[in-house]
């Protein structure tokens, strides 16, 4: 059998239907406007549907940043036709930390925050015979 994700594909992708380490390499198909329903209120969203995918993924700011990043193209009717990686990650969402996926291009590895390092020491001796 398949796992649960591959059984009953939802509509939109879910991080949370991923393993960790989840990763996809896709071909963008289309993106498009789509109308959510939520309690009564409505609100429309941007979707990208990849090739020979069931799932379409429901994008953002972030995600739209990183599509144009990785596709090198700022409108999205220019991403058809593009190779992405799609890879599960995390990021806060009201206080708490939550799987959210991701979009890099092909072999890329997310960036990593540098680390500061002190500076080196300078080889200036010190000199204590200052009146303060």
């Known amino acids: 059998m398949a796992t649960k994700s591959d059984?009953?594909?939802t509509k939109y992708f879910r991080a949370?239907?991923?393993a960790d380490d989840w990763s996809l390499k896709v071909e963008i198909e289309l993106c498009r406007i789509e109308k959510f329903e939520n309690g009564g209120s409505s609100s429309e969203k941007p979707v990208v549907y990849f090739r020979k995918q069931r799932s379409g993924l429901v994008i953002g700011s972030t995600v739209w940043d990183q599509l144009?990043?990785?596709t090198g193209e700022e409108d999205s009717s220019d991403w058809p036709?593009?190779?992405v990686e799609l890879f599960r990650s995390t990021t806060t969402y009201a206080g708490k930390?939550?799987?959210a996926i991701r979009v890099r291009k092909p072999g890329a590895t997310p960036k990593k925050k540098a680390k500061t390092a002190a500076p080196p020491p300078e080889d200036v001796p010190f000199n204590d015979s200052v009146d303060f």
């Open 81 to 83: 036709g593009h190779i």
């Open 7 to 9: 059984a009953l594909p």
């Open 68 to 70: 144009a990043d990785a």
């Open 97 to 99: 930390t939550v799987p």
């Open 16 to 18: 949370s239907n991923f």
